[in-house]
């Protein structure tokens, strides 16, 4: 067997060794073929990282001129926002002419930042990137030399296009939408005590701005912290309001998963929605057309934001210019009423 692929002494034959698989699976992974078991990929993956292997791409990427290959990094595929966000940006990149290649961090440090040094890399033209452990000083620290947008709301002010959502302002308008309905006892589902920046934050802003402009006061008591956005962490910070006594007429839930979860413990619990507490979420996944009642929610412009990322990420590519003056994009949100708000 040739010992092509050989840096810095490490070559495709000591990762498949160290794997345990054949030099053909390791290419493979490499090549990000899609019919590999996610537990032969990650073996293959961690010997990789384990060897300090990189893959030196630099003929094949002459001869192409690029891969036609962008790669888009989420943290979790099974919360919703981000497999229907995934879901436009592929549609939104196959119209460009390009595949995306998917990668999940799990919202983990270690992967986060693996994903920005790995050997995929050299096989993608450029990254699309949600990250939600990271800061600002991860990404200074770090020389990249491959065009990137972030996506998101965990890191503002870095040297790379971004294109996020308007929390603040949409925050605000859920609230807005619940207090003019009459609701006056408003809570707000979704909160991460002590954390400085981050959709929860925003949220969090958003909310209390409305508040004060309607001449509410804050109560940090009809505030509930959940620290995983999913179906089980909204419906246990549901159960702990209605278990607190402090009285509730609304919530605004920061994302869908939470109000799917608080309008399955309000159920339980025999609470009438929207009668005696009504509910609005945040991201407008397609599962709110269909809870029973349906789910008010704000559509952040999911489909401008990944029309938009790939947009960005296609000019930096074709001029080949991964630096350059950072631009900002914000998305257009919509207050989207359904039954969970309506009124008598």
């Keep these: ?59 094949r990427n002459l001869r192409r001129g690029s891969t036609g290959i962008i790669g888009l990094a989420v943290p979790e595929l099974r919360l919703p926002y981000f497999a229907e966000l995934a879901d436009s940006v592929i549609g939104a990149a196959e119209r460009e002419g390009l595949t995306v290649l998917i990668e999940q961090t799990g919202a983990e440090r270690g992967r986060e930042l693996a994903v920005l040094t790995s050997a995929q890399r050299q096989l993608t033209d450029g990254l699309l990137y949600s990250p939600l452990a990271l800061d600002l000083a991860d990404l200074t620290s770090l020389r990249l030399d491959f065009p990137m947008v972030l996506l998101g709301e965990r ?6 296009d971004h294109v996020t959502m308007a929390n603040v302002d949409a925050a605000r308008a859920a609230t807005e939408h619940l207090l003019a309905r009459g609701r006056r006892r408003v809570a707000a589902v979704g909160a991460h005590p002590g954390e400085l920046s981050g959709s929860a934050v925003l949220r969090l802003q ?55 979860g608080v309008l399955h413990a309000l159920h339980r619990r025999g609470v009438a929605v929207p009668e005696q507490v009504a509910v609005i979420g945040f991201d407008d ?12 929610s704000i559509s952040p412009g999911r489909d401008q934001i990944a029309q938009t990322a790939v947009r960005l990420l296609r000019e930096r590519i074709d001029r080949g210019d991964a630096a350059g003056p950072p631009r900002t994009v914000v998305a257009e949100f919509t207050v989207v009423a359904r039954e969970s708000t309506a009124t008598s």
């Design 1 to 59: 067997m040739s010992r092509a692929g050989r840096t810095g002494g490490v070559t495709m034959h000591d990762v498949a060794a160290r794997a345990g698989v054949s030099i053909k699976t390791v290419s493979n992974v490499l090549n990000a073929y899609p019919y590999i078991r996610p537990a032969t990929r990650e073996r293959v993956e961690q010997a990789i990282a384990e060897l300090g292997y990189q893959v030196n791409l630099s003929a």
């Design 285 to 296: 996944i397609e599962e709110a057309q269909y809870s029973a009642p349906t789910l008010s």
């Design 155 to 160: 890191i503002f002010g870095a040297d790379a």
């Design 206 to 260: 958003g909310y209390r701005e409305a508040l004060e402009a309607a001449g509410l006061p804050f109560e940090p008591a009809l505030v509930a912290e959940a620290w995983f956005w999913n179906r089980a962490a909204g419906a246990a910070a549901m159960d702990r309001l209605l278990d607190s006594g402090v009285g509730v007429d609304a919530v605004f839930a920061m994302n869908d998963a939470l109000a799917l």
